[in-house]
Nanobody, 116 residues
Framework: EVQLQASGGGLVQAGGSLRLSCAAS????????IGWFRQAPGKEREGVSC????????YYSDSVKGRFTISSDNAKNTVYLQMNSLKPEDTAVYYC?????????WGQGTQVTVSS
């Protein structure tokens, strides 16, 4: 069973930083992308950043490019999202995700709140 355990959310002032972690277990996929989505109140879930297992290609949404950095520790099966220069519009529940050609797997979400 695939399990994704996200942590690291919290309350921070605008301009501050947070680091999210996602520990993954129970998967043996060769072709997947692992990363983060977020969902703000009243809005649809959107992709934030991910890493491809095939070529380590990294994706960032335009709204976080230059401020967020995704990284992974393959030995620990953990992916991180370093979030700097946070803005109130970054406030959302952040979800860890593994996307394969056949299915999506989701973690439980961690709340990030950025105060102005």
């Amino acid at each position: 069973e695939v399990q994704l355990q996200a942590s690291g959310g919290g309350l921070v002032q605008a301009g501050g930083s947070l680091r999210l972690s996602c520990a993954a277990s129970g998967f043996t996929f060769d072709d997947y992308a692992i990363g983060w989505f977020r969902q703000a109140p009243g809005k649809e879930r959107e992709g934030v950043s991910c890493i491809s297992s095939i070529n380590d290609r990294i994706y960032y949404s335009d709204s976080v490019k230059g401020r967020f950095t995704i990284s992974s520790d393959n030995a620990k099966n953990t992916v991180y999202l370093q979030m700097n220069s946070l803005k109130p519009e970054d406030t959302a529940v952040y979800y860890c995700n593994i996307r394969t050609p056949r299915a999506d797997y989701w973690g439980q979400g961690t709340q990030v709140t950025v105060s102005s």
